[in-house]
């Protein structure tokens, strides 16, 4: 892979913490499901964005088609303190890389789609921060 010119921030809070406003419709098992879904719809999406590197923050095993692997990183939260310091956690290893811009995605957006992701990165390059 070339070098990746966008850091894809992905951060994953704990699936059983998710989506709790769901808990009075939807199970535990049916909430953590729904998150995964989620995530693999998600992960569909990004690894088809070229020039980027995945990067998910999160304490949950991910289970990475082994095409996507090698655009992928998986740091290990420790505790679940939100979403900021996970974004935190991408940030030294995105300066140590070189990369030109970064991109936080959340994984509950599921009508968001690959144009609207490249869009938003084409955008941003119009901004010198």
Known sequence: MEDPKTAIIIPIKSFKKSKTRLSRYLTLEQRIGLCRHFVNDLVKKVSKIEGCQI??????FINLPDN?????????EGKNLGVNSA???ADPYII???FESSLVVPIDIPLFNLSQ???IIRYSKSFDE
């Open 55 to 60: 990067i998910f923050i999160t304490n949950e």
């Open 68 to 76: 996507i692997r090698d655009k992928s990183l998986i740091i290990n």
């Open 87 to 89: 974004i935190a956690l």
């Open 96 to 98: 140590e890389n070189g």
């Open 117 to 119: 992701i490249n869009e």
